[in-house]
């Protein structure tokens, strides 16, 4: 059984809306087609959380709404995947 790497998170806060389409675009750019990045943005609750337990929750809710797509057959918006592609972890 192939060991499981942990999911890579960017947290970002105090962006614009273009601005964090624009950091999401640029670090998508720099990783191999199936690499699996979890992007999310800081809000006032998660500011007053320890790093370590953002990206569990964080990490938590990416695999989740992952599985929930490979399980309806969808592909994210964004996604670097083709119709015709396999998930990303099929590849």
């Known amino acids: 059984m192939e060991e499981q790497q942990p999911t890579k998170v960017v947290l970002m806060a105090n962006f614009t809306k273009e601005e964090v389409f624009a950091v999401m675009r640029a670090v998508k750019s720099q990783l191999p087609a199936q690499s699996e990045v979890a992007f999310a943005m800081a809000t006032d609750h998660s500011l007053e959380m320890k790093l370590k337990d953002i990206v569990k929750d964080v990490s938590e809710e990416h695999a989740y709404f992952k ?16 119709p015709d592609s396999p998930p990303s972890g099929e590849r």
Do not use: A, D, L, W
Request: without cysteine.
């Open 67 to 82: 599985n929930k797509q490979r399980k309806s057959g969808e592909i994210p918006t964004g996604s670097r995947q083709t």
